[in-house]
């Protein structure tokens, strides 16, 4: 059924809920590649157990550099999709079975998840997805729920054409990056309602990297070409 699906999941010290993530996902997909991006821990050791695709950094490359790397199996591969899950399982595998229904049945570009119920989140990552929201509307123009959500499913020859440039310290900007070029440039997506799990407090952005996201943002809507 999803047989020109790749999903992609970009791992870093995922020990804990790895396994549980890809065993969710291989109920519903065959084509899974987990990318471990130089944990510390034993991620490694139980992604090689799966039977799936694995690919590993020899150094921490950050998450958006990951999505790179998944990207260009998924080009050298030929599939059609690549749909992307976070690791850390806040994500349902059947939230993700509906965005690549979506995508498939209705012809659009993407199909992003948000967050529909924030709080489900913790207080910090509540505080900044409603701030982000507000000020992509002000910018671009248009309502977009979650530009942060790691749930999203894009057509290859789409994702192709995005040149996400966040790196470094920034590397958790990519999924915004992506969405803001989706609306930057007219593409033709979608966004579904999905549930989050709640994830450790750990994870995520800090205040600092939420406020120079939004001066990103500034930048891809006047500057990026």
């Not at 790895?18 to 992604?47: A, G, P, R, W």
């Not at 998840?113 to 671009?140: A, P």
Request: contains cysteine; hydrophobic residues 40%.
């Amino acid at each position: 059924m999803f047989d020109n699906f790749l999903i992609a999941v970009p791992a870093f010290n995922e020990e804990k809920n790895i396994t549980q993530t890809v065993l969710q996902l291989k109920k519903k997909f065959t084509n899974i590649l987990v990318i471990d991006n130089c944990s510390t821990d034993s991620t490694f050791e139980k992604i090689k157990k799966l039977d799936i695709y694995q690919a590993r950094h020899l150094y921490n490359l950050g998450k958006s550099l990951s999505m790179k790397t998944s990207l260009e199996f998924a080009v050298k591969k030929k599939f059609n999709y690549i749909a992307y899950i976070d690791a850390d399982g806040q994500h349902e595998t059947e939230d993700l079975v509906k965005i690549c229904n979506i995508i498939k049945d209705e012809n659009f570009d993407a199909v992003l998840g948000y967050r529909q119920d924030l709080f489900d989140l913790n207080l910090k990552k509540r505080i900044g997805t409603i701030l982000l929201e507000k000020v992509f509307y002000f910018l671009y123009g248009k309502a977009v729920f979650d530009i942060q959500s790691g749930l999203r499913v894009l057509k290859v020859d789409v994702a192709e054409k995005i040149d996400w440039k966040s790196r470094g310290l920034t590397h958790y900007f990519a999924d915004a990056e992506i969405t803001c070029d989706l609306v930057k440039n007219n593409y033709h997506f979608k966004q579904f309602p999905i549930k989050t799990n709640k994830s450790e407090n750990y994870k995520g952005m800090n205040i600092i990297q939420g406020l120079l996201l939004i001066v990103y943002i500034i930048y891809w809507r006047y500057f990026k070409k």
